[in-house]
């Protein structure tokens, strides 16, 4: 597994060694060790999700104010435009995201470590997307920042208008969002 520098350095775009043939092809999507060796830290994952979505499904940006969750996401079919924002008020990229192509063709993961808002929009017919989360969902403590803020400017990559939940609809702007310290 290598990991690709981003913009922010706590976010890793991670792309396998995959080997493949006319039979098909194997990789190795997630190794404890190898991966605490690139974050630099111990991580437990404690939960795994999958959502199925529609093109031009858009969900986020969401986080969780208390029991902040670290991601590691991936797509297992078709493809996302995933997104991370910093919402770490003490960091040198505080209010700045990172977004990334997933595909179930590149294999690729993101680790988005806690303090990050987080997003994506499926840019195919259907995307499948799965991730690992540091801690648990607490529904109560879940927040959203408006995909759309004009303070992030994050050029979704669009065809026509996103399909979004009730709750996304009302996501709050970033200036006024909770954050971390």
């Known amino acids: 597994m290598n990991a690709i520098p981003q913009a922010i350095p706590e976010v890793m775009l991670l792309e396998p060694q995959v080997h493949g043939d006319e039979r098909g092809f ?10 605490e060796e690139m974050v630099g830290a111990p991580i437990a994952f404690v939960q795994d999700s999958h959502s199925r979505s529609a093109r031009n499904v858009l969900r986020g940006l969401h986080y969780q104010i208390r029991n ?17 924002v910093d919402l770490r008020r003490s960091s040198s990229t505080f209010g700045r995201w990172v ?9 690729r993961q993101m680790w988005i470590p806690p303090g990050f808002a987080h997003g994506f929009l499926a840019l195919s017919d259907m995307a499948e997307f799965v991730y690992k989360s540091t ?4 529904p109560e403590h879940e927040r959203c920042i408006a995909w759309n803020d004009p303070q992030l400017g ?10 979004l939940s009730a709750r996304d609809q009302h996501g709050n702007p970033f200036a006024s969002a909770e954050i971390y310290d």
Request: net charge neutral; proline share 8%; aromatic share 18%.
């Open 68 to 84: 902040p969750q670290g991601k590691l996401v991936r797509v297992i079919t078709g493809s996302v435009f995933d997104v991370a």
């Open 26 to 35: 194997f990789f190795e999507s997630f190794n404890q060790h190898r991966f």
């Open 135 to 138: 801690d648990y969902y607490f």
């Open 154 to 163: 994050i050029p979704w990559p669009l065809d026509g208008l996103p399909l």
């Open 99 to 107: 977004g990334n192509v997933l595909s179930a063709g590149n294999k």
